[in-house]
């Protein structure tokens, strides 16, 4: 566009100059795009960015926050002390089902002890605000008020009262940034609470979820409740994910499985972080006398666990733990 | 006859370093507030972008798009590098623009304004797309049409020696 104008001036000739810049330019800019969202490597770069950006991010929220504490700060006496009556009455009927879960963890460790199965650790939660939801168009985040300081680590399950809302992706110092189960690039490992069929929960990046890779004959209905499988060793296994809204079997041969998010997946605004389902399978002995062949077993079952773009290589230690309890439960029974 | 003075508002002046970058960072800023998927809100970045890549070629350019671009990217959450290639391409089209803009009448500078927004805004949905995103529907591009509106009044928020040159007998365009 620019070269017309250029040529009837030699003078102030600039338009080869002006072209090779602009190429140079987005040459870079595409590398930066593809070593980001392909191969995540501007973290650091980004995560060190952050710092200079976060006043000025802090600042421009600023009133966003205010405006929505107003209505909070507005709200009536009565309709306090009727929110605080209901919440001592459900705190009652928690404390009992509390009792007894402790109970029933402790009995629960003492059974995987006898079994000799890896122990489930005791998952740490911190409990977060949804600050706004992240502004870039073409994805579904939110942002929480807790980061690192926080003790919020990247590739925790971020859940409410009713079910999953997400994972966090990206953790800044004092913030951390959750993409939510809806977002086309998330993933959820998945069973169905009815028979235990196992499957991976998609977004659509519509709002809706799907199961992909479901076999047309399977057996999974509508009004069927997904529940985490903790397949992947992040999240914690059984918790409500999303419930099936529609099953069309007539496609592909995979089913075409349409759910609906149980938690407030786009609405909640005070959250729980849970901490990781397992530990990282600790590192191999040398002097092991496992078989080859099991140790190659449990190598391949890390490949399973990076699913979804979106965990940052975070995804890729914890899935070992539970291939090698199993493991030694096979070996003890041949032994004997 | 017009009387000769000194002071003559012929030639545009050039503006102050420190309004160009003040006004760059103020954009910086507005486009940091959280809006959440409300479609119409102008990327202010991209305004400023193209006004002052129009208004001063020499200083405005396509490294100036590029630094913004980067701090939009990682302010928004966005993929790297997908503010800053859009601004890139906007500085460039802007810089080609910026000897013919001015002559017009504000409303036709809007005009040529409009489709520059919308070549980077177009531009950012293709990058996200490919990666594999959700598509965020059409309502995304109505933000390039409230931009545009927008430059309508940024034409009068400037110091007056920036207004462009007076026209008279001598100087007809």
Redesign the interface.
Known sequence: ??SA?FQTLPVFKRGTK?RS??LL??T??????V????FRY?ET??QV??V??YP??R???E??MAARDASVYFATLAKVQIENADLRRRQLDVAEQRLRFEQLEQENAQLRALLDMAKRVRTRSVAAEV???????????V?LDRGARGSVEAGQAVIDADGVLGQVT?VYPIQS?VTLVT???QAVPVQVERNGLRGVVFGT??GGLEVRFVLANADIRVGDRLLTSGLDGMFVPGLPVAVVENVERDTDAFARVACRPLGGVERSARVLVLGRAELPPPPPKPDSEAPPAARSEAGAGKGRAKIGKNEAGVGKSGTGTRKSGAETRRRGAENS | MQQFTNHSNRIQQPAKAWLVYLSL?VA??????????LPGVPDWMALALAFWSIREPARVG??T??FF???VD?????????H??AY??LA??S???A??VMWFPVLVQALHVLPILLAAQGLM?A???V??????GWW?FLSSATGAILWLPLDYLLPQQLQPVDRDENRPI
Request: charged letters at 20%; proline letters at 6%.
């Open positions: 566009m620019p104008d002006v810049r602009l330019f987005v870079i800019c595409l590398a930066m795009l070593a980001d969202m392909h501007l770069l980004r960015l952050s200079v950006t000025l991010q600042i421009s929220s009133p966003v600050l706004y939801n992240a502004p870039d168009p073409f994805s579904r985040k942002i990206r940034e977002d086309r690039n990046g519509r | 960072c910086l800023g507005l486009d940091y507030v959280p809006t959440g998927a396509m490294g798009g590029f671009g980067v701090l990682i302010g928004q959450g966005a993929a790297m590098g997908q800053a290639l890139v391409v460039f089209l810089n080609g623009l000897r013919r949905v990058v996200r797309v990666a594999g995103d959700e598509f965020p995304y």
